[in-house]
């Protein structure tokens, strides 16, 4: 397993501001390298699968760390990665 895809979905909970919760986890993403495609939704972040897995635990943390957070992730080794914009 190589380059891995993942769609990840956070949701600071009982947060009276969700947009520095989801900065920080995005800041982790882009730190460990890699590629990092924000939607309205959720993330696709792209990259060699020791480092995705890594950021996932490193965002998950940031994220606790500052409240109540709920992380929805789907990983993918066969989906390709976005077309570049």
Do not use: W
């Not at 460990?32 to 699968?49: F, H, K, Q, Y």
Request: glycine share 6%.
């Amino acid at each position: 397993m190589n380059t891995i895809s993942v769609q990840v979905s956070l949701y600071p909970l009982r947060q009276p501001h969700v947009g520095p919760t989801i900065s920080k986890a995005l800041e982790v993403f882009r730190a460990c390298g890699l590629d990092v495609r924000p939607g309205t939704m959720s993330t696709v972040i792209t990259g060699e699968a020791d480092a995705v897995f890594d950021s996932l635990k490193a965002s998950f943390q940031s994220a606790a760390a500052l409240g109540d957070v709920v992380m929805v992730v789907s990983i993918s080794n066969c989906c390709p990665a976005p077309a570049a914009d």
